[in-house]
């Protein structure tokens, strides 16, 4: 790491023990667990297990309620990453333009983001349920809304509860990626480029690509894992269970219906869906895209 | 003039932003302060009420759950630990386990890299069941332990704390060597005043991220005396009103610590890039 360190037979391993032991237990015990599960077939009253070899992947494959949470989570990481990335940047390019009130315009737009998925969620739930809520009535005068039994209203209730306190997390990071571009580089281009909007897309955005990839991923986690709370606490995946996420749908299976089999399987699938992710980020934006 | 229009422009926008991130919350504050009669026959209110004190004090001091065991205020204070416990001990672990990685010449040092950041790749959501049946094995249900401990499993700090050493000149650890300090003073007397902004934004961030768990307290806590403010919002009972109030406070500590620490979570994200 460093050209210089301390030369020590002993002290270093002092230093990394405690989050060793905290991983080891916390983490890779329940991991071999994860894998023993994803592999082993119990019988229906737990009594038993036997070695399944890929029974348990075949059986989520053969599933089409997986299906339809993967086509779900796929759609829906999509769509949040580019609703709450549009609108984070747009807001954060107006907030950093403005003369009066910028920081009064930062901290309402940034506070959302500390507030847990599973309180929006509940919110949420207050603006689309039949009685009370103004969403909900609203878009039932517009086109006879009804998430209970239509999918596309369902999604769009569960996008709407999901984007909204993700939009502040983009607004953070695209306002602090502007602030981060040098003044002259900025002040050169005005000379060069009359036209603002052009100028944006010329200069400014390729500069904010970094910040961007970075939004992506972190969106896409988001919508992966952190709205479990928000589909807990909307849709529960109704209609049908055309609104779970994978995470969702392997929590039901696993913590309510008891099948570890299937569950740890899942995990295992989510575990390869992560890694590609990462060594894409690894690879792609790391090694690529650097300005600085 | 040009220039006048656009700043209004710029100005319009962002008041569209701020009505849509806004007034939800408004809404759902206004309509905490009337009584529950008044928002069932009326809807949810955009002027306030005035139900405020009666609300709030019944939410934060009436017993409720299933078995009207905890209030609301217990439920404050069980976050409260929980959130500080995995902010605590992650700052400490992390600090520590980065210090190791980079300033140690350390045998098998790619397999313990390995080790630590793979965790990266499986978070909880991903290991619940089998976590639960660890904790259960371990005797750690119903514990501020077994709340705390599986979240503070994270290399994310370790993360940020390396990338932050390496930054670090190398001369300061030349100079120090020189003076005959050894690991633990370097560490202590150095690196750790050094990591001050870096040890507020990581602790920011670990607070307010354990204080919003939501699934693994709701798996954890059979028993209502360990219930956190996040999840006891959807198994709490009570009459529209009170849970309206209850919605409310439950966000207020973590925005607190956002808006008034907004500064120096950011700083800290962004002396790494």
Redesign the interface.
Known sequence: MKKVQFKSNYSQYFFLAPQLLILLIFLYWPIIQTFKDAFTMQDAFGFGSQFAGFDNFLFIFSDPSYFTAFKFTIIYSFVITLITGSIGLLLAVQANKVMHGKSAYKTLLIWPYAIAPAVVGVMANYFFSERYGLLHHLFNNLWGFNWYENVFDAYIYVIIAGSWKQISANFIFFLAGLQAIQKTVIEASIIDCKSNIRRFWTITFPLLMPTTFFLIIINITYAFFDTFGIIDTTTIGAPGSETKTLVYKAYIDGFKGLDLGSAGAQSIMMMIIVLVITIFQFRYIEGKIHYN | MTKYI??TI??F??SI??L???V??W??FASSTHSSLF??TN??QFFLGDNFIDNYSRVLFKQSGFFNEITALKMFFNSFVMATGIAT?SV???L??A????????KY?TF?FW??FI?????L??????????MSK?NLVNTFAGLI??I??S?IA?FFFRQFY?SIP?EL??AA?LDGTN??R??IDFLIPLSKTMIAAVFIFMF?FG?????WPL?MTTSEQYWTV??G??TMYGS?AD??AF?IM??IP??I???FL?KLF?QG??QN?
Request: proline letters at 5%; charged letters at 10%; glycine letters at 4%.
């Open positions: 656009s700043s710029n100005h926008i962002l932003g701020l849509i991130m806004v939800p919350i809404i759902i928002i069932n809807g949810l001990l400490i672990t992390s520590m386990a210090y190791g990685l980079v300033y140690f010449k350390v040092a313990i080790l630590i965790t990266l790749l499986v978070p959501e991903l290991r619940i069941m089998p976590s639960y049946i660890v371990l401990l599986p503070s499993a290399a370790t390496k190398d650890l030349e060597k690991s633990f370097f560490f307010v204080y919003n768990q939501y699934l798996i996040v999840m919002l959807k529209i849970r309206f919605v439950s966000m973590p925005v610590i956002i808006i907004q950011i994200i962004f890039k």
